[in-house]
């Protein structure tokens, strides 16, 4: 019963901790999903070596044996830097990381973006989406001795006990600031009546998105060598639960009260741990919050949303050893607020296309050399600063739409590279008679 004795370690009695890790030297490691890092524990990188090139005392074999601050991932290839005339990113950490704009999904900065990684407990958004998707705010979740004793001696909480009830909104506090797994388990139950049938959720929505190097075994992100994410596939998910309004509220939250329950008398006090929202030291300009990650094998994990002005983006970085990764995050995000700016294509009248269908198959049509009349929206872009829409290519394709049976999609590339679309309405008479 070691697990047991976790629950006595309120989450009040936090100040008081923070107080004592600001007394110890720092250490060399965290502990398992450590997301309450300090900043005695930032390793400042980067300035570079020391420059010894002025101290006569110091020879120049003991100034070339320096060693190099940064890790092999540092000097990995960013791809997106390949593309001709895309400005340049910055050297990041981080083994793999992205930048993409959350309207459109347009990526600007991929660094290793398809490499699968652990995420820790990034993986709490997928839970969380999935919670905000399918249960109420008001709901109560009852949380088992399966969902308090099934995590990690250790590992990240809140001290629920079993039996404890939350409502599904506390909860999402509890697992979005504090990173409490026990709070990740209870909701899984909840959701699905079982953490087995809602991990089975978990890859069934990420497989929906479009993620294609994801697979989930847990609903907290403790490690497992099956539970693992790409960068591309993170943001992916990070952009869908972006788009709910209750995860965007809870994520971007920099404290909150949980207050007494059935079984605790007192008030649960919890901060967010990503340092770049608001009250913290690091803050970041446009911060819109996000969730931070820590695992041994992951490493530093972090996800980070961000808006100026008509752009929002997302980042996320995926194994960074310690917290050069907030510094890394505000480099990539300042390099997309500085370097892209929407524009809009030019309106086109009408649109010629073939339908995607034999005239086999309507009797009575020939579908051939199809025009569409009706005009089409001005295209949302997103191109580097110097860049201009003379610099764009374009493909046209058919596709499905929820408003109608098939819409055109132009989609608007600048050196190949994706940067975005405008769409087409069918026109009336061709939509009553593709019904």
Avoid at 13 to 24: D, E, H, I, K, Y
Avoid at 78 to 86: D, K, M
Avoid at 400 to 421: D, E, L, S
């Amino acid at each position: 019963m070691n697990q047991k004795i976790r629950k006595n370690k309120k989450i009040f009695l936090l100040p008081v901790l923070a107080l004592c890790l600001l007394l110890r030297p720092p250490v060399a490691s965290y502990a398992q999903d450590a997301e309450h890092m300090l900043p005695e524990d930032i390793v400042d990188t980067a300035a570079g070596p020391s420059d010894t090139s002025s101290d006569p005392s110091i020879s120049s074999d003991t100034a070339s044996a320096t060693p190099d601050p940064f890790p092999p991932s540092y000097y990995l290839p960013i791809e997106s830097n390949e593309i001709p005339g895309w400005p340049q990113g910055p050297q990041v950490q981080a083994e793999s990381a992205i930048l993409m704009e959350l309207d459109c999904g347009i990526c600007l900065y991929e660094k290793n973006i398809h490499q699968r990684q652990y995420p820790a407990s990034i993986t709490k958004v997928m839970t969380a989406l999935l919670t905000a998707e399918n249960a109420k705010l008001s709901d109560v979740v009852t949380f088992s001795e399966n969902a308090v004793y099934g995590i990690e001696p250790g590992s990240s909480h809140i001290g629920i006990d079993a039996g404890e009830q939350l409502t599904v909104e506390e909860s999402l506090y509890g697992l979005l600031l504090a990173s409490a797994n026990e709070v990740a388990m209870g909701l899984a139950e909840h959701v699905a009546g079982s953490v087995e049938a809602f991990v089975d959720m978990m890859n069934e929505k990420a497989q929906s998105l479009g993620c294609q190097d994801t697979h989930f075994v847990n609903p907290h992100g403790l490690h497992d060598e099956n539970h693992y994410v790409t960068a591309y596939d993170m943001a992916l998910i990070a952009r869908a639960a972006y788009q709910n309004p209750t995860f965007r509220k809870i994520a971007g939250t920099a404290e909150h009260e949980i207050p007494a329950t059935n079984l605790e008398k007192e008030t649960r006090y919890l901060v967010n741990n990503h340092k770049l929202l608001s009250n913290s030291a690091m803050y970041y300009d446009g911060c819109q919050g996000g969730k931070t990650g820590f695992t041994d094998q992951a490493l530093n994990t972090l996800i980070t949303f961000a808006k100026r002005d008509n752009r929002t983006f997302v980042c996320v970085d995926l194994k960074t050893n310690g917290t050069p990764i907030y510094a890394d995050t505000g480099a990539i995000l300042d390099y997309g607020f500085t370097n892209f700016f929407w524009t809009q294509t030019e309106e086109k009248a009408s649109v010629d296309f073939q339908i995607p269908f034999s005239s086999q198959e309507y009797l009575l049509y020939d579908w051939k050399g199809a025009k569409w009349t009706e005009t089409r929206s001005p295209g949302k872009v997103l191109l580097p600063q110097r860049a201009s829409t003379s610099d764009l290519t374009e493909k046209t394709a058919m596709e499905p739409n929820t408003a109608g049976p098939w819409r055109i999609a132009n989609m608007y590339y600048y050196n190949k590279h994706y940067v975005g679309h405008s769409y087409q309405y069918e026109n009336p008479l061709l939509k009553q008679l593709l019904r």
